[in-house]
């Protein structure tokens, strides 16, 4: 089984600032897909990125795919109380499976 | 549009007593079908999925099992639970390789 290791696995900041979570790993996955998971619930897809290289935007929030397709950053620019959670990423490793980071778990102070 | 259902919300349960969790899927035909386990924060450990009815694949070894009676039907038992059995139980339906999954509310399940 492939591993992703995510980092840091806490984050406390205060609102306005910008941050990066990172998701990396020694295998190469076909796809990565971040996850934002509220107490209480299930995790809810944020963005896939499938291409090496690829950059996608989500209002505030950047995704990118390493070149290598090894790894995967998450950029918060502007944090809002509102971006308060726990991110996971996820890689696809084939046979209709995924493998998912430990999470960071995001806070943003008002 | 695709829903899923999971349920009990919360389960309290004592050491040695069996287990069954339902989770059930509308809106889509043959769906892959998942039972993740997540410890307090943390995350995901899948511990079964399925790719057609009958079919179960077993991550880990473990005192739990599942099965698939209907195409849009999955269930986690056990017949005797363990104290390490208390986390977050999860389901999900997805269309495998970079197709998302999607997950339902979970289950609470704590062992006394």
């Known amino acids: 089984t492939q591993l992703l290791e995510q980092s840091p696995q806490f984050l406390s900041i205060q609102e306005g600032e910008n941050l990066t979570v990172y998701c990396n790993s020694s295998s190469v996955f076909s796809s990565l897909q971040w996850y934002r998971q509220e107490p209480g619930e299930g995790p809810v897809l944020l963005v896939t990125?499938?291409?090496?290289?690829e950059v996608k935007k989500l209002k505030r929030l950047t995704f990118q795919f390493g070149d290598a397709r090894k790894d995967s950053s998450l950029h918060i620019t502007a944090a809002q109380p509102g971006d308060t959670g726990l991110y996971l990423c996820a890689g696809d490793e084939g046979a209709q499976k995924l493998v998912f980071g430990q999470g960071t778990r995001l806070t943003i102070n008002p | 549009s695709q829903t899923i259902h999971q349920w009990p919300a919360t389960l309290v349960q004592p050491v040695g007593s069996p287990l069954s969790l339902e989770c059930t899927v509308e809106?889509?035909?043959?769906?892959?079908l998942y039972w993740y386990r997540q410890a307090a924060g943390r995350g995901l450990q899948l511990l079964f999925y399925?790719?057609?009815?009958?079919?179960i694949s077993s991550e880990v070894p473990q005192n739990l099992s599942a099965s698939r009676p209907q195409d849009r039907q999955f269930i986690l038992s056990s017949k005797k639970l363990l104290l390490s059995d208390s986390g977050f139980y999860l389901c999900?339906?997805?269309?495998?390789?970079?197709?998302?999954?999607?997950f339902g509310d979970g289950t609470r399940l704590s062992i006394l």
């Open positions: 399925s790719v057609g009815i009958g079919q």
């Open positions: 809106g889509t035909s043959n769906p892959n």
């Open positions: 990125v499938v291409t090496g290289g």
């Open positions: 999900a339906w997805g269309g495998g390789g970079n197709q998302p999954q999607h």
